[in-house]
């Protein structure tokens, strides 16, 4: 007898949740799309090199931006496009990002012939740092200076070696400049990195390699090698004793590596300009400042537009020394 009472509770009960309902789930997406997400810096090259430390020094000191945590994720391969193409495609709200030198971002789109992603579509977010590329040289080579550097390679057109950490990499376009700026020629050696191609300059098996000076000075400190210019408007704090190219006469000689943040296309302004604020506010703190320097890099911190503008006129110099060195690559 009691059942048809249970039953129409039941019912009213229904009713009411089902009244409910057309709200119900508005509310729950409206407070999973504001739950904070984690945070994905996506580094395309492998742990340990001063691409892959930057984001890390500075994703330990924006851990309170982002209460959800922040990973820094190595995804590697073809020259950096293989986490750019990752990014490129993640959702466009700003938690998944591209931390890279400029290869993904600026020029390997001047350099292969087809690319999985657009990199002119990226949303520019900030500048983490630049640090200077350096001419550095082997022992066995009988100069001591930027100029007896140029008269012997004029002396000796295609007998000196230029080490690269790979076909189409920052030191192969370096030195691609250098020979353009100065009418020199040398004989490109590429090889699989930094590391042996540094072990093949001290030990004389190549004669010159366009290095981030980062991973060169301590060689030229320990008198291991000779840098003899560093290619950036001023001296290094890394390397105060040694001249930049401005100071001997060549400005255009110009060549820094870049690490900047950028995000997918799509990305509101809105929500670049808020990350930006968070990167700048770690970069600002001394011990970070610190950190970076002892990488030989110069905190950068630059607004998206800023961030935009530089983006390309790195991308338009490389592009221009890429078509006259005739560089392509599958």
Known sequence: ???????????????????????LPFNAQAQSAAAPKVLRLVVPFPAGGTADVLPRVLAEKMRDAYPAGIVVENRTGAGGNIGGEFVARAEPDGSTLLVSPPGP????????????????????????ATVPNVLGVSNRLPVTNLAEFIAYLKANPDKVTYASQGNGSTSHLTANLFMQLTGTRMVHIPYRGTAPALTDL?????DVFFDNIASSAQYHQ?????????????RSKALPD??????????DMQAVTFFS?????GTPDAVAQQVQKHFAEAMALPDV?????????????QTPKQTAAFIKAESDKWARVIKTANVTLE
Request: net charge positive; proline share 9%.
């Open 242 to 251: 040694v001249p930049s190219f401005a100071e001997l006469k060549l400005p």
């Open 289 to 301: 400042r610190e950190k970076f320097a002892a990488q030989g890099a110069e905190p950068g911190g």
């Open 105 to 128: 971002i600026a020029i390997n789109h001047h350099l292969y012939k087809s690319m999985p992603f657009d990199p002119t579509k990226w949303v520019p977010v900030t500048v983490v």
């Open 202 to 206: 001290v030990g004389g098996q190549v």
């Open 261 to 265: 943040v950028v995000a997918p296309a």
């Open 1 to 23: 007898m009691n059942s048809p009472r249970i039953t129409r509770r039941a019912l009213a009960a229904a009713s009411v949740a089902a009244g409910l309902s057309a709200v």
């Open 222 to 234: 320990g008198k291991r090698i000779k840098v003899l210019a560093v290619a950036d408007s001023r």
